[in-house]
T-cell receptor, first 111, second 116 residues
Framework: DAKTTQPTSMDCAEGRAANLPCNHSTISGNEYVYWYRQIHSQGPQYIIHGLKNNETNEMASLIITEDRKSSTLILPHATLRDTAVYYCIVRVTGTASKLTFGTGTRLQVTL | GAVVSQHPSWVICKSGTSVKIECRSLDFQATTMFWYRQFPKQSLMLMATSNEGSKATYEQGVEKDKFLINHASLTLSTLTVTSAHPEDSSFYIC????????????FGQGTRLTVV
């Protein structure tokens, strides 16, 4: 699986949009971009994934650059409960392939 | 979304004893489940891939005789830490995918193991 690079930490004011970047310059054509987050002492939670088109769901939006070498996860209105470590993962298509977690971005949402 | 349940959420055991952790997919079938370990302030590290009806596949450096994995049904995988030592104290997390689908992984809430 391709390696990803994320900033170690970010801060965001409550109510503002949180934009979390991820570089995956060696991504292959059949690899999806997945985002998960892990709140302290809990298991990771799926957020969103995409291949090349931008995606949006009730939790977040995912913007993937045209060359697919980077992406941005957007939390439109961050709340204190969004404080967590956010992991950007790329993985090949196919059934039940394993996830390789990097160090992620620790997002701190403040009042 | 799909639910994956781990039991217990936390356990304290004495050195030399064995501990079993269960991972259940509550509302879907999972041919494959994964077991991860996470030490404080570190990321998740994959330990092994659990396949229903066959032997687990272990990552390099993970002792298969120490971390016994059984995946006897499409909804249950167990991880047994045998002869536990304090250095085995960690946060153990399982994940599962719906059988036949290339979708997101669903994670359990994790099990905090403390060996004293």
């Amino acid at each position: 699986d391709a390696k990803t690079t994320q900033p170690t930490s970010m801060d965001c004011a409550e109510g503002r949009a949180a934009n979390l970047p991820c570089n995956h310059s060696t991504i292959s054509g059949n690899e999806y971009v997945y985002w998960y987050r892990q709140i302290h002492s809990q298991g990771p939670q799926y957020i969103i994934h995409g291949l090349k088109n931008n995606e949006t769901n009730e939790m977040a939006s995912l913007i993937i650059t045209e060359d697919r070498k980077s992406s941005t996860l957007i939390l439109p209105h961050a709340t204190l409960r969004d404080t967590a470590v956010y992991y950007c993962i790329v993985r090949v298509t196919g059934t039940a392939s394993k996830l390789t977690f990097g160090t992620g971005t620790r997002l701190q949402v403040t009042l | 979304g799909a639910v994956v349940s781990q039991h217990p959420s936390w356990v304290i055991c004495k050195s030399g004893t064995s501990v079993k952790i269960e991972c259940r997919s509550l509302d879907f079938q999972a041919t494959t489940m994964f077991w991860y370990r996470q030490f404080p302030k570190q990321s998740l590290m994959l330990m092994a891939t659990s396949n229903e009806g066959s032997k687990a596949t272990y990552e390099q450096g993970v002792e298969k005789d120490k971390f016994l994995i059984n995946h006897a049904s499409l909804t249950l995988s167990t991880l047994t830490v045998t002869s536990a030592h304090p250095e085995d104290s960690s946060f153990y997390i399982c994940s599962a995918h719906r059988t036949g689908e290339n979708t997101e992984a669903f994670f359990g809430q994790g099990t905090r193991l403390t060996v004293v």
